[in-house]
Structure formats: C-alpha cells, structure tokens
C-alpha cells in the first residue's frame, strides 16, 4: 500500500472542547476553533488525556493575570493526527507524549539538555492542550513517540511524565541527588513526591519528605520517602540539620516557589550542596549575603523535561515506576471546572482529565 492511499484527509470538526479561563476562579469549557497546521513543522495530535498543573493554580487564584479568555493546559498525551511538510520523524497514528515547552531539540540550548529554554522554544501554556485537539509545534523535537500498547497505568503514568514527573526528575538531576546522598524535598504537591520518586531511583540513600498532610506523607513514602518532616521554615530546617548529624541535605528539592519554601531549600542544605529548584518563583528574593555564606549550587527553572522522556517512558513501560498514582481524581473534561476546584481546595493533589469519558 502505498503513503498516498494511507494519508487521509482530517475529518476534524470545525471546533472542539477546550478548557478556557475567563478570569480568576472562572474556568469554563467553550467550543472554540479546532487547530489547524500553522508551520510546516507542526503536527496536530488529538489529545486523549491532559491535566491540571498546580501552576494554573496561579492564574486561578488571581495571583497571575488572567488577560483575556486564555485556552489552559501544557501537559498532554495524545495521538497524532496530522502532520506538517516538514515533520519527519513523528507520523500520522503515533501515540506521543511531549512536554510543556516546544522545542527544536537540536539547538546548541537544546543538545545541552536544557531544550526547556530552546532558542526557538514555544510554551504550550499559551498553546492550551485541555482540549480535544493541540497543535504542537516543533513537532519532531518536541514529542516522543510511545511504542507498544500502554496499559491504563501505563498511560497515566506517561501523562504525568509530561510535566509533574519531568520536572521532579530534573529538580533530583539538578540538585545531585544520588547514591549515598541524603535528599530533602520541600513541597508535597505532585512535583515534590515525583522528586521523591526520581530521588528513589537516581540512588538516594535517605530521603526527607516535607509535608503536614497525611495522606500524601502516605504518598512520599510509597514513593521511597525514608524519613517525614512536618516543621516549616526555620524549624523545618533545624529538622532537617538534627537528622543529618547538623550538617544538612546533600541535595535539597524546592518545589513550592515561595519565599518561605526556598529559604527553607537553601538553608536545609549543607554546605557544597545542591538545591534543585522548580516551583514557579513568586516573590522570592535571594539575600546577597546570605547566598554567599550558604556555600550551596543553585540550578533550577523551568525543567527540561524532553530531555528525559525517552528514559523516563521506558521506566514506565517497563513497569519500574509507576508515578501515575500521583493522579486521585480523574475527569471528564466538561467537569474541568470541578478539578480547578478540587486542586484549588487541595482536595485533590493532581487532576487529569480526559477526552474519553
Ligand atoms: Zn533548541
């Protein structure tokens, strides 16, 4: 059979559901214009599954500006439907999975393993993928074809990889963690107990988890937490030192993004430590002195989550993690609504959200 006789016409409607917040605490699903290809190296996937970020949770709570109705989601897994003239290595029929930044994957940014910050970078925040349909840009460097046929847990799984795991994965690279090495994690939301997990499996020999819920301590310990620490701030900290003989953490994750939790990531760490830091920063100012005198490797940002996808799929089809427990409420997307809420409440820790309901 020839490509011809296979390359169907799309059979899209003219628009589709798409999550869409109109101001703070006002999120609705509209119908809206179905993408289309723009650039010869987009490709349109048809998204069976996305989810809510805590970093929505910014614009929800007026703590960001919301500038006009603005299409949510970054995170997605999805089937690709079509592709542009100049896309070659991802096809028609593929299951993918792609991270929150487009990237060309081959910029000097890129092959340095910071594709996050790609050259010709494109934030799918301002794409939206809480929808029926994505156009994803950069297609063949930016998504990652699936082999074989995920299980549910699978799929969920290569969902949370997308972002949540992506970003736990690189705020543990980031911060060092490893064989022999004592890590603490501030932030219990689904970065931070993914942190836990990547922790686990990048060797760590203890791992601190701090978090005053319940149940996601149960959560940080399922996913390899040795040691829970309920203090905050500067008592957190002195938690911290009493456990590790008064020296600090080797390597320290802050995945909150608050001036409280990064102080608290700094000073957690002992000297010639790490901190990997990947909370969205929101009003954090570093004293100058007080960096100087912490003696402590800063790497964080926005994670370069492409540049782990390849590894962390095939942990995940392999069955070696299973991250996608992070998700506990799972929805149709016409109740989006619902799971802005529900995370919004901490009533839920991580929200997917899928087409196929
Ligand atoms: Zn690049």
């Not at 929808?131 to 460097?141: K, Q």
């Amino acid at each position: 059979m020839s490509t011809d006789i296979m390359r169907t016409e799309p059979t899209r409607a003219a628009t589709m559901r798409a999550v869409i917040m109109h101001a703070p605490g006002d999120v609705r699903v509209d119908d809206i214009p179905t993408p289309t290809i723009v650039e010869p190296t987009d490709a349109i996937i048809r998204v069976t599954a996305a989810c809510i970020c805590g970093s929505d949770l910014w614009p929800y709570r007026g703590i960001e500006p919301v500038n006009g109705p603005t299409a949510m989601g970054h995170e997605y897994i999805g089937v690709v439907e079509e592709i542009g003239d100049e896309v070659r290595d991802i096809s028609v029929g593929d299951f993918v999975v792609g991270s929150f930044v487009a990237s060309d994957n081959t910029c000097e940014i890129c092959r340095a393993g910071f594709q996050s910050r790609c050259i010709h970078q494109v934030m799918m925040g301002g794409v939206g993928t809480q929808s029926d349909y994505a156009r994803i840009p950069l297609a063949d460097g930016t998504l990652v074809k699936v082999e074989g046929d995920p299980t549910p847990a699978q799929t969920r799984s290569l969902l949370a990889a997308s972002d949540v795991l992506g970003t736990g994965w690189f705020a543990a690279v980031a911060a060092e963690a490893g064989p022999g090495k004592t890590v603490a994690v501030v932030g219990d939301g689904a970065v931070g107990l993914l942190a836990i997990l990547a922790a686990k499996q990048l060797g760590a020999e203890r791992i601190i988890a701090m978090s005053r819920h319940a149940d996601r301590q149960a959560l940080a310990t399922t996913f390899g937490a040795t040691d829970i620490v309920e203090e905050r701030g500067d008592a957190g900290v002195a938690k911290i030192k009493e456990l590790t003989g008064g020296y600090g953490a080797h390597s320290t994750v802050e995945a909150v993004g608050t001036q409280e939790s990064m102080m608290q990531a700094i000073h957690a760490t002992r000297p010639g430590g790490h901190v990997g830091y990947v909370g969205v920063s929101h009003g954090v100012e570093l004293d100058g002195l007080d960096l100087f005198f912490s003696t402590v490797s800063l790497l964080g940002g926005p994670a370069p989550v492409r540049r782990f996808l390849p590894e962390l799929i095939d942990l995940i089809m392999s069955d070696r993690i299973d991250p996608g427990i992070v998700f506990d409420l799972t929805l149709p997307i016409e109740e989006a609504a619902d799971g802005y809420r529900a995370m919004d409440e901490r009533r839920a820790t991580k929200v997917l959200l899928t087409t196929e309901l």
